[in-house]
């Protein structure tokens, strides 16, 4: 769908068909999110159809990727969102019949390299529902993919293996449900790792290289505490990990130190936070917006009701806060 900033219907496409809800009412196969470079857009489903229209809804090319590279085989359904650099896609097919990390071609769909990526990963861990972020910092660019027990770097020339992080998901108390929603956050000089349940969170250094599991790149760990479906949010020296009871984490991005661990909405929380105007937004799932001062000590300046049941994470633009619920999209802010 394409719908205005006043709230008008522009036009709609049938892309596919799928599960209208999955697995413990977790999203459907419309979870993963649209991505644009201002002139078209590009739609992924978990059924594997991918495509790209113009801004008038005229579609460019479509494409099967579950046809084209095997059936996903997930507990929920395929949730991961395309990257969208320059003249490529980036994709990473997690499941438990492939671990691929693909670059297509952004106006044909074609493929320009596929990488299989190595796992030990077994059961529910083979599964991920990330999505790949892009690193880019005057020295160094690369792409960095979640999931399967592991956290890789690659590059975007080939996809070849930068750098891999494990014990994300310990051997010696492996848990077989650790299955990886939230994804990796990165700012300059720093990539911050999520894993699951009340797994581990990790700072890395990029100038990293080669098996850097519990090596000398990790610049801290915070053991126990990870979010695990918000991905973490940085913002100023600070990073903000929203758990799922919604409780509020907030550590120091160079050392790792824990500023605070505070109570919000006690209801799940699946939205990702999100930074505006010097306040940190968090969306629990039965719709209530909390709102927490940004900074390193903890204050609740606000707490609003949508009354509609919200696993979307928010999205602002120029200045107007979107919500989007099962029911209804909402954009919030001045009138003019």
């Known amino acids: 769908m394409c719908i205005s900033t ?24 419309a979870a ?3 991505v644009t ?10 059924t594997g159809d991918l495509a ?18 095997g059936s996903f085989n997930l507990y929920f359904v395929m949730s991961t969102t395309p990257l969208l650099d320059k003249d490529r896609l980036y994709i990473q097919l997690i499941h438990s019949n492939a671990w691929l990390v693909l670059a297509l071609d952004r106006m044909t769909g074609k493929e320009i390299w596929k990488h299989k990526r190595e796992s030990d990963a077994t059961e529910e861990c083979e599964q991920a529902y990330t999505s790949p972020i892009l690193y880019r910092d005057s020295e160094r660019e690369y792409l960095v993919v979640h999931g399967a027990d592991y956290v890789t770097a690659h590059s975007l020339e080939d996809g070849s293996e930068i750098w891999r992080c494990g014990d994300l998901n310990p051997k010696e108390r492996y848990n077989y449900s650790l299955r990886f929603v939230a994804s990796p956050v990165a700012t300059e000089g720093l990539i911050v790792v999520p ?13 990293a290289q080669g098996d850097i599991t519990n090596g000398e790149w990790q610049r801290w760990k915070l053991q126990q505490g990870t979010p695990d479906v918000p991905s973490p949010l940085i913002h100023d020296g600070l990073i903000y990990l929203c758990r799922e009871n919604g409780d509020l984490i907030c550590l120091d991005a160079e050392t790792g130190e824990q500023l605070y661990r505070e109570r919000t909405h006690r209801h799940r929380h699946r939205a990702s936070p999100i930074y505006a105007n010097g306040y940190v937004y968090l969306t629990s799932r039965d719709g209530v917006v909390t709102v927490v001062k940004a900074g390193r ?8 009701s949508m009354g509609e049941v919200i696993a979307a994470s928010p999205v602002l633009a120029n200045g107007t806060l979107y919500l989007r619920s099962y029911q209804a999209l909402y954009a919030i802010g001045r009138k003019e």
């Open 195 to 207: 894993s699951a349940k009340n797994g581990p969170v990790v700072g890395i250094d990029p100038a």
């Open 6 to 29: 006043g709230g008008e219907e522009l036009w709609k496409r049938t892309l596919g068909h799928g599960n209208r809800v999955v697995n413990g009412g977790e999203g459907n196969s």
């Open 297 to 304: 000590e903890f204050e609740i300046v606000a707490s609003n």
């Open 52 to 69: 790209c229209y113009d801004f008038d809804g005229n579609q460019v090319w479509h494409t099967n990727l579950a046809d084209r590279y």
């Open 37 to 46: 470079d201002g002139e078209h857009v590009w739609a992924f489903l978990g």
């Open 32 to 34: 993963p999110s649209p």
